[in-house]
């Protein structure tokens, strides 16, 4: 690991066109979600409910932070083409602030439900797996509409991610299932997990000016086009889980805006720790 601080990206790229920009921060969201949900995913580390489980979630963590590595990989390069200052991709995620993150909300929440109790309760697994179903669902469409994409280096992290993607989500659909269609207890727990993180899909598919830029460019995709397949793998998996979908609500929260819960912070100051207190280290 290397670490060292360079300035922060809007403040390098703020004053040059956004149709310029737009790959750049494209991929920024992509590796940000990867990363933080393997940072969320990697706290069952030592505290799986089974071995197997938190061999599991441990390798699921590794699958999606060497997504971001790639990722801020290429970001690094366009950043360099349009600054004249490449970056690392350590910069990216040990050296930006909580504002400068651009990752879902719904990627960054703790692991604690709405049955939970409190903010010391103990992780919920329901929540993880609902989580996991829901985003990964989403991706396995995403990637798949990137290996199309006109920057090769993006159609070649696609072509890769799938790959994890597909078995990210034949494990928590499986999971879905097994709880959802369970014990009166674990059905309740993956009911109201679902209706506790389902509003903040909607941030996943609301459009916005990056997104359309990329897409207009042929880099990126416009997430709600793959909303109906996306419906279509939740319904199915819902149905035999016995589980019921949520009505749906308007809410869209902003972190891919860089607003973000009041549990980023938290994720980012255990995320970021060792880094910033040995500044220019090496091992």
């Known amino acids: 690991m290397t670490a060292s601080p360079q300035p922060a990206v809007p403040a390098l790229l703020d ?4 149709a310029r920009t737009a790959a750049l921060r494209y991929l920024l969201r992509l590796a940000d979600n990867a990363l933080i949900l393997g940072q969320r995913n990697a706290e069952w580390c030592g505290h799986g409910p089974v071995l197997e489980e938190d061999i599991a979630l441990a390798n699921i963590s590794l699958d999606l932070i060497g997504q971001a590595r790639l990722l ?5 390069e366009l950043e360099g083409e349009l600054t004249g200052l490449p970056r690392h991709e350590d910069d990216y995620a040990y050296w930006r602030t909580e504002r400068e993150f651009r990752n879902w909300t719904l990627l960054e929440l703790p692991h604690r439900g709405p049955l939970s109790g409190n903010a010391a309760a103990e992780r919920d697994y ?8 829901l985003y990964s669902a989403l991706m396995v469409e995403l990637w798949q509409a990137l290996q199309a994409s006109r920057d090769d280096q993006l159609a070649a992290i696609a ?5 994890e993607a597909r078995y990210h989500l034949h494990h928590a659909a499986g999971w879905v299932v097994r709880l959802g269609d369970g014990t009166e207890a674990s059905h309740a727990r993956m009911q ?4 506790h993180l389902l509003p903040y899909m909607n941030e996943c598919f609301a459009e916005d000016a990056v997104e359309s830029e990329a897409a207009a460019q042929g880099i990126g995709v416009v997430t709600a086009t793959l909303r109906p397949a996306w419906d279509a793998t939740v319904a199915e998996t819902l149905q035999a889980a016995t589980l019921a979908l949520p009505a749906a609500t308007g809410f869209v929260s902003a972190g891919k805006h860089g ?5 980023m912070s938290y994720l980012l100051g255990e995320m970021q720790g060792l880094a910033r207190a040995h500044p220019g280290a090496q091992w």
């Open 15 to 18: 004053h040059l066109p956004p």
């Open 159 to 163: 072509a890769k991610a799938i790959k």
């Open 259 to 263: 607003v973000h819960s009041e549990h």
């Open 72 to 76: 801020y990989g290429r970001a690094g």
């Open 126 to 133: 329901a929540v993880t797996i609902v989580r996991n179903f």
């Open 192 to 195: 109201h997990a679902l209706e």
